[in-house]
C-alpha cells in the first residue's frame, strides 16, 4: 500500500458499515453501535467530511453499492458478517476469560473503542500502518480517549509484531488473549503473514484465539474472488493495496498448526464464507 497515505480499503470498509446502516435488515446482523460509532469517526479523524457520510447513509448509496456487486456477489453485507463474526470472537473470548485484545491492521474499526468501556478490566490494543493509525488516533482523540484502548502504528509487513509491541509496556506476554486480522493477511506477503501468525502465538498466553478473516486460494494460486478475479486482482493493485496472499481452505489447519495454533473445528471447512471472504479462528 502506498507508504504515507491512509488506507483506502479501511475507508471502504468504513462507508460500507455507514451504508449497510440504512440497509433494512441489517440491524439484525450488525454490531450494536457500530453505525453510529464509524459515522462519528470518518468525521472526527478527518478521513471524510459530514456530507459525505451523510449521503453514504443514503438509499441512493445503498442502491449504488448493491449495484457493484455484481463484481464480488454477497460482498457489501459480507462486512457486516465480518463485523458480527470479529465481535463474536471477542465476547466469546472475553467470556472465557480474555484479558486482552489486539485489532490487527484496524483500520476504522471501532470494536476497541465501543467495547473498552463496556469491559473496563480487559485491555485493547489496535494497530495499524502509521498513515491510517495517526488519522484514526486523532478520531478517537476527539471522540473521547479510552483509558484501556492503546493505538499502535506499525507496519506489518516491516516490523515484527514483537517489535511493534515491544515499546507498549501494558502489553502481557502471559494474557489470554483475543487476537484480530479482520481484511489483512490478503494484503501482506507469505512471508509476513507466516510471521504474525508465530509471532502471534509467541506473544499470548494459553487459551488465547486468533480469529481472521482470508481469501481463498484458487487451482491457480490466486486469490479467488470468482468469476472477475482477474479484474479484482488488477483494480486492488491499482488502488495500491494488493492481494498478495491467500490459502486453499483445506491447508488452513496444517498452516495453523506449523504456526503455533490449532483451527477452530466449528470454524474450519470453509463453513463461514460470505462474500469472496472465508472466517477463520484458531486457538493456542
Ligand atoms: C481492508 S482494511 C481493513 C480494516 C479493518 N480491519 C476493518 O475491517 O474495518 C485493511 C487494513 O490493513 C491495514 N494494513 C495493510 N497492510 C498493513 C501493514 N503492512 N501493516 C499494518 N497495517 C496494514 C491497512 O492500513 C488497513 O487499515
Same mark, same amino acid.
Given at each position: 500500500m502506498p507508504k504515507d497515505k491512509p488506507s483506502r480499503t479501511a475507508l471502504k470498509v468504513a462507508f460500507s458499515i455507514v451504508t449497510l446502516g440504512s440497509k433494512p435488515g441489517m440491524e439484525a446482523i450488525l454490531p450494536s453501535g457500530i453505525v453510529d460509532a464509524t459515522r462519528k469517526l470518518l468525521v472526527a479523524s478527518g478521513a471524510a467530511g459530514e456530507i459525505t457520510v451523510k449521503w453514504a447513509q443514503s438509499q441512493t448509496s445503498v442502491a449504488i453499492y448493491e449495484a457493484f456487486d455484481w463484481m464480488l456477489p454477497g460482498q457489501f453485507e459480507a462486512f457486516a458478517h465480518r463485523k458480527a463474526f470479529c465481535e463474536r470472537q471477542v465476547r466469546e473470548g472475553i467470556d472465557d476469560g480474555a484479558t486482552q485484545i489486539l485489532v490487527l491492521g484496524a483500520g476504522y474499526d471501532t470494536l476497541g473503542w465501543r467495547l473498552a468501556p463496556e469491559f473496563s478490566k480487559v485491555k485493547f490494543f489496535e494497530i495499524d500502518h502509521p498513515a491510517t493509525a495517526h488519522l484514526k488516533a486523532r478520531g478517537i482523540e476527539s471522540m473521547g480517549r479510552r483509558k484501556n484502548l492503546h493505538l499502535v502504528a506499525g507496519d506489518l509487513g516491516k516490523r515484527k509484531l514483537s517489535d511493534v509491541l515491544k515499546n507498549d509496556k501494558s502489553w502481557d506476554l502471559s494474557a489470554q488473549t483475543v487476537i484480530i486480522a479482520e481484511g489483512l493477511v490478503m494484503y501482506l506477503s507469505p512471508e509476513a503473514v507466516r510471521d504474525l501468525f508465530c509471532q502471534s502465538a509467541a506473544l499470548v498466553g494459553?487459551?488465547?484465539?486468533?480469529? &481472521?478473516?482470508?481469501?481463498?486460494?484458487?487451482? %491457480?494460486?490466486?486469490? %479467488?474472488?470468482?468469476?472477475?478475479?482477474?479484474?479484482?486482482?488488477?483494480?486492488?493493485?491499482?488502488a495500491g493495496e494488493p492481494w498478495i496472499w491467500s490459502i486453499r481452505p483445506e491447508e488452513l489447519g496444517e &498452516?495453523?498448526?506449523?504456526?503455533?495454533?490449532?483451527?477452530?473445528?466449528?470454524e474450519a471447512g470453509g463453513a463461514r464464507k460470505h462474500g469472496v471472504e472465508f472466517y477463520a479462528m484458531a486457538t493456542k
Open positions: 494459553s487459551g488465547s484465539r486468533i480469529a &481472521f478473516s482470508y481469501i481463498p486460494a484458487g487451482a %491457480d494460486g490466486r486469490p %479467488d474472488a470468482g468469476l472477475w478475479t482477474g479484474l479484482m486482482l488488477y483494480l486492488q493493485k491499482v &498452516f495453523l498448526e506449523e504456526t503455533g495454533w490449532t483451527i477452530s473445528h466449528e
